[in-house]
């Protein structure tokens, strides 16, 4: 929570960056939008939807970093003789899952999140207007169905574990390297925070691209909806804006990510620290 209160301003540029390209406009400079966002909200425009982002952090990452936490411990306490720590593979294991988990629970406040946060670049008459998070999902459920908080959950989970698989896993593999060469500092932490934090932007932004558009999307005139899933998305994403649309707006991503997740995993190692302080 503490890390998306640092990065949200760059997370809405973010969205808004797909949300031009899936458009097909041409000029993806995040700092026009950030000009329009301050033009039209002030700077409380950079913060829309942060009870959700916060809402999003308790539910998603406290989960992913439990699940992830519990599953690493019990594979070290389950280790075939002679092995004296868990491999870099059943590391990246235990990212996938926790990361599946993590995004199951915490999708509907991150589809509150999207609708808030793209809610201004839709005409008028269908914007949303959410005043809150309590009032996106009381609407949500009301309008939609309780089923549709979890609209989009599957291109969230396979984000999730994309992200989780270049960050939790290769976090603690270069901490345990770097450690071993460097010895175990402050330094050492926050170089392998920031490889943890470019992995995870890497591998995660296609499929953050194509959640962003599943979850914003509204009924066409005819009742259909513009995706018929994340397959279907992406494929329209690659007749539309070509292979590299999936990584449009990566700067900016990676200007959210990589600081997000050095944040949460440094912060994370204090309080465990604290916590398991003896």
Same mark, same amino acid.
């Given at each position: 929570m503490m890390a998306t209160c640092c990065v949200q301003p760059i997370d809405i540029v973010k969205v808004r960056l797909q949300v031009r390209g899936e458009a097909g406009i041409k000029n993806l400079s995040p700092f026009d939008v950030a000009k329009e966002i301050r033009a039209d909200g002030g700077i409380r425009g950079f913060y829309k939807? !942060?009870?959700?982002? !916060?809402?999003?952090? *308790?539910?998603?990452?406290?989960t992913r970093f439990g699940v992830y936490l519990n599953v690493t411990q019990y594979m070290q306490k389950n280790l075939p003789e002679g092995q004296k720590t868990i491999s870099?593979?059943?590391? $990246?294991?235990?990212?996938l899952f926790a990361g599946a988990c993590g995004a199951f629970v915490g999708n509907p406040a991150d589809?509150?999140? =999207?609708? @808030?946060?793209?809610?201004? %670049?839709?005409?008028?008459?269908?914007?949303?207007n959410?005043?809150?998070?309590?009032?996106? &999902? %009381?609407? =949500?459920?009301?309008?939609?169905?309780?089923?549709?908080l979890f609209k989009g959950v599957g291109p969230? *989970?396979?984000?999730? *574990?994309?992200?989780?698989?270049? @960050? !939790?896993g290769p976090y603690d593999q270069c901490k345990e390297v770097m450690?071993?060469? &460097?010895?175990?500092?402050?330094a050492t932490n926050l170089s392998a925070?920031? $490889?943890?934090?470019?992995?995870?932007?890497? !591998?995660?932004? /296609?499929?953050?691209?194509?959640?962003?558009? +599943?979850?914003? *999307?509204?009924?066409?005139?005819?009742?259909?909806?513009p995706y018929k899933g994340m397959i279907d998305c992406?494929?329209?994403? +690659?007749?539309?804006?070509? /292979?590299?649309?999936? #990584?449009?707006?990566? /700067?900016? #991503? @990676? @200007?959210? =990510?990589?600081p997000h997740s050095m944040l949460v995993l440094l912060i994370g190692d204090v309080l465990k620290s604290v916590l398991y302080a003896k």
């Open positions: 939807g !942060l009870d959700s982002a !916060l809402v999003r952090q *308790m539910t998603y990452t406290t870099f593979g059943q590391k $990246c294991l235990a990212s589809l509150a999140l =999207i609708r @808030m946060q793209t809610d201004k %670049t839709l005409p008028k008459d269908q914007r949303r959410y005043r809150n998070v309590g009032d996106a &999902f %009381t609407r =949500i459920v009301r309008e939609e169905g309780v089923t549709s969230t *989970m396979v984000r999730a *574990m994309a992200l989780n698989l270049g @960050m !939790l450690s071993k060469v &460097f010895g175990q500092s402050k925070s920031m $490889c943890a934090g470019f992995l995870a932007a890497f !591998l995660s932004l /296609p499929f953050d691209n194509v959640k962003t558009k +599943v979850q914003r *999307m509204k009924q066409l005139p005819d009742g259909t909806y992406a494929k329209k994403t +690659v007749l539309k804006e070509g /292979p590299l649309g999936f #990584y449009t707006g990566f /700067p900016t #991503y @990676m @200007m959210r =990510i990589a």
